[in-house]
């Protein structure tokens, strides 16, 4: 086969039978991951949800995903998250804006915390052989701070709250 009927056989591959070209296919024949899937594991580290991270990362390795790609998919999203730019959001469907729309309020500073672990992510794993483990390794280790920066934020929230229940015990009195 030459590069033209490579080309049009890839083609061919990603559009239905009206000719239209589906993104979700573009991105499996390219060997990049769901986007959805992305979203939700993004969301699973930003909350600070280890197992769901787990579980997704696990999945999206088992189908073949390399962790380059994968990587650099999360740096896009929370580039569209930290810029929080309508415009970027043009380029995802409906239903991936509708997920990512429940971050988008987040505080830059948290994002950019997470962008600059991501970076950190990316740099190690180019002198690591089995990039897979480390990957997923650094993601679960990332979701657990998360997880305890939300916790600890959780308990000061508390706290305030018993304060504020103090006070408005004291003023009834």
Do not use: F
């Amino acid at each position: 086969m030459d590069r033209w009927e490579i080309g049009i056989s890839i083609l061919e591959s990603v559009s239905n039978l009206d000719g239209i070209i589906d993104k979700e296919k573009v991105r499996e024949t390219v060997g990049l991951p769901s986007m959805e899937k992305m979203i939700k594991i993004l969301g699973a580290i930003l909350t600070g949800d280890v197992n769901t991270t787990l579980r997704l990362s696990n999945e999206l390795m088992d189908q073949g995903k390399e962790p380059q790609s994968y990587i650099s998919e999360l740096l896009k999203l929370l580039e569209t998250i930290y810029l929080k730019e309508n415009g970027l959001l043009d380029i995802y469907s409906k239903e991936e804006q509708n997920l990512l729309k429940r971050y988008m309020d987040l505080d830059k500073l948290e994002v950019y915390k997470v962008i600059k672990e991501i970076l950190n992510i990316i740099s190690i794993m180019k002198n690591m052989e089995n990039k897979r483990i480390m990957l997923i390794a650094a993601l679960m280790n990332l979701a657990g701070n998360n997880n305890l920066v939300m916790e600890k934020d959780r308990k000061v929230l508390e706290g305030k709250n018993k304060s504020i229940h103090n006070v408005e015990q004291h003023i009834d009195k």
